[in-house]
T-cell receptor, first 113, second 114 residues
Framework: QKEVEQDPGPLSVPEGAIVSLNCTYS??????FMWYRQYSRKGPELLMY????GNKEDGRFTAQVDKSSKYISLFIRDSQPSDSATYLC?????????????FGTGTQLKVEL | NAGVTQTPKFQVLKTGQSMTLQCAQD?????MYWYRQDPGMGLRLIYY???????DKGEVPNGYNVSRLNKREFSLRLESAAPSQTSVYFC?????????????FGQGTRLTVV
């Protein structure tokens, strides 16, 4: 079983829809939770970052963490065609060897006009 | 400010050939990483370097070696390429807390081994 599970999609929604992207994890030692966005043939870029359980909002994006259920979500409001990308969840624990990230497989999102 | 720069962007190798993927960052970050990305597998850590002079294995280190040449540069070497190493390789860098938490990624190297 992978430490981080993520539905690969693809997920197709109409413009303006609310999008919900999710990941589950098994390692309770994960302390920091991130969402990366990756456009086709590009490197991932950080979208949202949160330490704690609860919600964190940034514009049209809301990251939600439920540590008791080991479940994280990313909500995108008023989705736009420019949001079409692969969204990767990532998590990390602090070890003596640096900030290693464990990634989900990514969910491919397409927002259609 | 270039961020993380990887070279080359594309490469085709024959089985058994060797090559080195280069990575450089200009953000003065301590930590650097090499990942590979395969369909359905996500990003998997090959090797990382927490600071200049140190390197450690990640999840999938077999068939690879790395060198942290200085604080800026972290190279990945394939000594004898195999078709299973066909993948997109990403280099990343980050700063340990309490500095920046974000890992910055390069644009990737698309490697095909035939």
């Amino acid at each position: 079983q992978k430490e981080v599970e993520q539905d690969p999609g693809p997920l197709s929604v109409p413009e303006g829809a609310i999008v919900s992207l999710n990941c589950t994890y098994s390692n309770s030692a994960f302390q920091y939770f991130m969402w990366y966005r990756q456009y086709s043939r590009k490197g991932p870029e950080l979208l949202m970052y949160t330490y704690s359980s609860g919600n964190k909002e940034d514009g049209r994006f809301t990251a939600q963490v439920d540590k008791s259920s080991k479940y994280i979500s990313l909500f995108i409001r008023d989705s736009q065609p420019s949001d079409s990308a692969t969204y990767l969840c990532a998590m990390k624990i602090l070890t003596g060897g640096g900030n290693k990230l464990t990634f989900g497989t990514g969910t491919q999102l397409k927002v259609e006009l | 400010n270039a961020g993380v720069t990887q070279t080359p962007k594309f490469q085709v190798l024959k089985t058994g050939q060797s090559m080195t993927l280069q990575c450089a960052q200009d953000m003065n970050h301590n930590s650097m990483y090499w990942y590979r990305q395969d369909p359905g597998m996500g990003l998997r850590l090959i090797y990382y370097s927490a600071s200049e002079g140190t390197t450690d294995k990640g999840e999938v280190p077999n068939g690879y070696n790395v060198s942290r040449l200085n604080k800026r540069e972290f190279s990945l070497r394939l000594e004898s390429a195999a078709p299973s190493q066909t993948s997109v390789y990403f280099c990343a860098s980050s700063q340990k807390p309490p500095g920046q938490e974000e890992a910055f990624f390069g644009q990737g190297t698309r490697l095909t081994v035939v």
